[in-house]
């Protein structure tokens, strides 16, 4: 049984900031690399930010100095804290987990085995 749940999406200004979150119910979270992904319509689905299970990340160019990914092996979740956000921003978001046995930190969709539903984010005056 495996189940990624987002939450935190919605609808921010121009230079506004949003947190989201996913819980991750799955077992060996802490041996997992996690990502978010984000999917606008009409454009193709783009790595944003992912997390090892050593704690090094890796961000997309369009969003470096902006985002901040995190994790939790505690609680087994996964934060992305966007800053600073543009209309470019606006997509619906997914996390991601890969295998156990991947621990590289990839912003390539498919080194990622399981997928939440999402959330969607909207930046707009």
């Known amino acids: 049984q495996v189940q990624l749940v987002e939450s935190g999406g919605g609808s921010v200004q121009p230079g506004g900031s949003l947190g989201l979150s996913c819980a991750a119910s799955?077992?060996?979270?802490?041996?997992?690399?996690m990502a978010w992904f984000r999917q606008a319509p009409g454009k193709e689905r783009e790595g944003v930010a992912c997390v090892d299970p050593y704690g090094g990340t890796n961000y997309a160019e369009s969003v470096k100095g902006r985002f901040t990914i995190s994790r939790n092996n505690a609680e087994r979740t996964l934060d992305l804290q966007m800053n600073a956000l543009d209309p470019g921003d606006t997509a619906n978001y997914s996390c991601?987990?890969?295998?156990?046995?991947?621990?590289?930190?990839?912003?390539?969709?498919?080194?990622?085995?399981?997928w939440g539903q999402g959330t969607q984010v909207a930046v707009s005056s």
């Open positions: 799955i077992s060996t979270y802490n041996h997992r690399s």
């Open positions: 991601a987990a890969t295998s156990p046995t991947y621990t590289r930190c990839s912003l390539a969709h498919h080194a990622y085995n399981y």
